[in-house]
């Protein structure tokens, strides 16, 4: 069963901008926090941004000022509006759907999409 599907990943230049969409299917709740993590080649996953139920955001410091998590409840979407993008920037974008329920880290509902790809070059 799929849970959230990413999109909106390309090429851009320098500079430029981009918006990820994740679509979340309709049992993902509000409760859910929605965050979008990114993976360099070579490198660990890494969490960009979060939204939680309420709205409260939270940002990676590599991207705070340029990047933009943002949900839409009514259509069960989350996006990712990333400006003044960087080469370092690069990476595939995942879309991830958490709700936890206890105390212990396996007290969680987790759901993945399969990424997209962000490819900043000129």
């Known amino acids: 069963q799929v849970h959230v599907v990413e999109s909106g990943g390309g090429l851009v230049q320098p500079g430029g901008s981009l918006r990820l969409s994740c679509a979340a299917s309709?049992?993902?709740?509000?409760?859910?926090?929605m965050s979008w993590y990114r993976q360099a080649p070579g490198k660990q996953r890494e969490l960009v941004a979060v939204?939680?139920?309420?709205?409260?955001?939270d940002y990676a410091d590599s991207v705070k000022g340029r990047f933009t998590i943002s949900r839409d409840n009514a259509k069960n979407m989350v996006y990712l509006q990333m400006n003044s993008l960087k080469s370092e920037d690069t990476g595939v974008y995942f879309c991830?759907?958490?709700?936890?329920?206890?105390?212990?880290?396996?007290?969680?509902?987790?759901?993945w999409g399969q990424g997209t790809q962000v490819t900043v070059a000129s």
């Open positions: 991830n759907a958490r709700l936890r329920f206890g105390a212990t880290p396996r007290d969680e509902f987790s759901y």
């Open positions: 309709s049992h993902i709740s509000v409760n859910y926090a």
């Open positions: 939204i939680r139920h309420g709205g409260l955001t």
